[in-house]
């Protein structure tokens, strides 16, 4: 309900309570001590246009979040080209607004996704969905990947994959003058989370980690490659007002090739699986599989919304995967007191040669506290977006009903008063002193909040945690020359150079 259509009442925000009274007639002023959106804070449209056009600010988001903090506070507005958001970079203000939700949470502006959809006649999945399409879809995907347990069948699968990770490691190891490092590690990390995410939901093998990688295999990731480097182009395409396109054509045709590719991709491992799923049936064969398998038999979804939902998590899980267990490395890497610490839990609850499984991952705290310390340090995604379903109070102004908010996770991630000593990699702030205790912190929470959450989230936790665990049961991590590496903005927080690690073998 409209704050204009309640009357007066109560409503808190970031300075306190304030009274909220319903005035007749043009009802712009809401209430003693609310302020209207014409009095926040903000960098100048021209401002903006110079910082992101012309000074390369997409590659500093997450700088020019902390900047535009320091400037003008943990609430502020900005234009970027037509669109208008109001940005929110204070962790209560950030609950506030996600806990005001309702049961389907519209994300922040996705026109330029959906015009795609409707050009190529394709469906939405459930990134790109909205309203009761989004909630249906996320009914059907939730039963299979949401929970722990749903995902814990996929332990073999991902192991299979990690024993190939462990034999590039030793190969590229090989090839360099000390035989331990590896250069670039995301390179690697990227096709490990790939072969990954294709045997959830594909149910198939690519072979990106072989020493011969398929030439068809390399043709998908080079696809997959050219989506993930064109953010830019991405935020251009958005940015630039349709009447512009015919002066400016490159942006929104480069958008659509690279999403062609993507759904080309998951169109081709779709319709194996489901060839492969009538030939059973028609031999009369009992049919089994995961989550693709599922789908395709229980026609809970049409064949177009399959193709789209696979392709949408395969565009969330590859990169996203793949940069956070490099910044992992890294931070272990650096910190080698840290590594010590986590290598000793793996061999006092799991051991040096014991493959672990997805039960095995709750006995080792300390190895799920390091994903949330590297995620806190490094989140993939700087900032979310979210449009209010009603008029809010936030940080003592009133925000519309539709307004295009940006929740700024880097900045918040950086804050003393939420985390002390910010700036180091602490992974045992996130453990629980008791059964009792719960760690929970709105500063830092990369995979989202409550139903729009990342849907992905076990399956991307089960990946890195399983990694990393042996890795570090194999190998003692070192730094190298360059090993010094900073963050960048690239659609997701990526390493700014590449990341060089020795992988030192454990005796």
């Given at each position: 309900?409209?704050?204009?259509?309640?009357?007066?009442?109560?409503?808190?925000?970031?300075?306190?309570?304030?009274?909220?009274?319903?005035?007749?007639?043009?009802?712009?002023?809401?209430?003693e001590?609310?302020?209207?959106?014409?009095?926040?804070?903000?960098?100048?449209?021209?401002?903006?246009?110079?910082?992101?056009?012309?000074?390369?600010?997409?590659?500093?988001?997450?700088?020019?979040?902390?900047?535009?903090?320091?400037?003008?506070?943990?609430?502020?507005?900005?234009?970027?080209?037509?669109?208008?958001?109001?940005?929110?970079?204070?962790?209560?203000?950030?609950?506030?607004?996600?806990?005001?939700?309702?049961?389907?949470?519209?994300?922040?502006?996705?026109?330029?996704?959906?015009?795609?959809?409707?050009?190529?006649?394709?469906?939405?999945?459930?990134?790109?969905?909205?309203?009761?399409?989004?909630?249906?879809?996320?009914?059907?995907?939730?039963?299979?990947?949401?929970?722990?347990?749903?995902?814990?069948?996929?332990?073999?699968?991902?192991?299979?994959?990690?024993?190939?990770?462990m034999?590039?490691?030793?190969?590229?190891?090989?090839?360099?003058?000390?035989?331990?490092?590896?250069?670039?590690v995301?390179?690697?990390?990227?096709?490990?989370?790939?072969?990954?995410?294709?045997?959830?939901?594909?149910?198939?093998?690519?072979?990106?980690?072989?020493?011969?990688?398929?030439?068809?295999?390399?043709?998908?990731i080079?696809?997959?490659?050219?989506?993930?480097?064109?953010?830019?182009?991405?935020?251009?395409?958005?940015?630039?007002?349709?009447?512009?396109?015919?002066?400016?054509?490159?942006?929104?045709?480069?958008?659509?090739?690279?999403?062609?590719?993507?759904?080309?991709?998951?169109?081709?491992?779709?319709?194996?699986?489901?060839?492969e799923?009538?030939?059973?049936?028609?031999?009369?064969?009992?049919?089994?599989?995961?989550?693709?398998?599922?789908?395709?038999?229980?026609?809970?979804?049409?064949?177009?919304?399959?193709?789209?939902?696979?392709?949408?998590?395969?565009?969330?899980?590859?990169?996203?995967?793949?940069?956070?267990?490099?910044?992992?490395?890294?931070?272990?890497?650096?910190?080698?007191?840290?590594?010590?610490?986590?290598?000793?839990?793996?061999?006092?609850?799991?051991?040096?040669?014991?493959?672990?499984?997805?039960?095995?991952?709750?006995?080792?705290?300390?190895?799920?506290?390091?994903?949330?310390?590297?995620l806190?340090?490094?989140?993939?995604?700087?900032?979310?977006?979210?449009?209010?379903?009603?008029?809010?109070?936030?940080?003592?102004?009133?925000?519309?009903k539709?307004?295009?908010?940006?929740?700024?996770?880097?900045?918040?991630?950086?804050?003393?008063?939420?985390?002390?000593?910010?700036?180091?990699?602490?992974?045992?702030?996130?453990l629980?002193?008791?059964?009792?205790?719960?760690?929970?912190?709105?500063?830092?929470?990369?995979?989202?909040?409550?139903?729009?959450?990342?849907?992905g989230?076990?399956?991307?936790?089960?990946?890195?945690?399983?990694?990393?665990?042996?890795?570090l049961?194999?190998?003692?991590?070192?730094?190298?020359p360059?090993?010094?590496?900073?963050?960048?903005?690239?659609?997701?927080?990526?390493?700014?150079s590449?990341?060089?690690?020795?992988?030192?073998h454990?005796?």
């Amino acid at each position: 309900m409209s704050l204009l259509a309640q009357g007066s009442r109560q409503v808190w925000g970031r300075r306190g309570l304030h009274q909220v009274s319903r005035l007749w007639g043009a009802g712009q002023v809401v209430g003693e001590g609310v302020k209207r959106l014409e009095e926040m804070p903000g960098p100048s449209t021209l401002t903006n246009l110079l910082e992101f056009f012309c000074r390369d600010g997409f590659s500093r988001i997450h700088e020019i979040q902390q900047k535009h903090v320091c400037e003008y506070g943990h609430i502020f507005k900005s234009h970027f080209g037509p669109q208008f958001v109001v940005s929110i970079a204070d962790r209560d203000m950030v609950a506030q607004v996600l806990r005001a939700e309702r049961e389907a949470p519209q994300r922040a502006n996705m026109e330029s996704w959906q015009e795609y959809r409707d050009l190529r006649g394709r469906s939405t999945g459930l990134i790109s969905a909205e309203g009761k399409k989004w909630l249906e879809m996320r009914s059907v995907l939730r039963q299979k990947i949401l929970k722990p347990k749903d995902v814990a069948i996929y332990s073999g699968g991902i192991n299979a994959v990690i024993t190939d990770l462990m034999k590039s490691i030793h190969t590229l190891r090989a090839k360099e003058e000390d035989r331990e490092t590896v250069t670039n590690v995301n390179d690697l990390y990227f096709k490990y989370s790939m072969e990954a995410v294709a045997t959830i939901l594909y149910e198939c093998r690519l072979g990106c980690l072989d020493e011969c990688v398929p030439q068809q295999t390399m043709e998908y990731i080079e696809a997959l490659e050219l989506m993930f480097s064109m953010f830019k182009t991405t935020m251009y395409a958005g940015a630039i007002p349709k009447w512009l396109r015919p002066f400016i054509p490159k942006p929104w045709r480069e958008f659509c090739r690279s999403w062609d590719g993507l759904f080309r991709f998951s169109q081709i491992h779709v319709t194996n699986r489901l060839q492969e799923i009538e030939s059973s049936l028609n031999s009369g064969e009992e049919v089994q599989g995961g989550l693709l398998t599922c789908l395709l038999l229980s026609k809970e979804l049409t064949l177009e919304e399959i193709y789209a939902n696979m392709t949408e998590m395969l565009l969330a899980g590859v990169d996203t995967t793949s940069f956070t267990l490099s910044w992992a490395t890294y931070l272990l890497a650096r910190n080698p007191k840290v590594q010590q610490s986590v290598y000793t839990e793996i061999l006092q609850n799991l051991g040096k040669d014991v493959v672990p499984v997805a039960e095995d991952v709750p006995t080792m705290p300390l190895v799920r506290a390091v994903l949330k310390e590297t995620l806190r340090l490094f989140p993939v995604l700087p900032g979310n977006g979210r449009v209010t379903q009603d008029d809010l109070v936030v940080g003592g102004y009133l925000i519309p009903k539709g307004t295009q908010l940006a929740l700024c996770h880097y900045s918040t991630s950086y804050e003393d008063g939420y985390f002390p000593t910010a700036d180091e990699f602490r992974p045992e702030r996130w453990l629980r002193q008791g059964k009792l205790d719960r760690v929970e912190n709105f500063g830092s929470i990369p995979f989202g909040y409550g139903i729009r959450s990342c849907i992905g989230r076990r399956v991307a936790e089960l990946e890195i945690h399983l990694a990393l665990i042996q890795l570090l049961q194999k190998f003692h991590l070192q730094i190298s020359p360059k090993t010094q590496v900073s963050p960048k903005t690239h659609g997701l927080l990526c390493p700014a150079s590449k990341i060089n690690v020795r992988f030192v073998h454990r005796e």
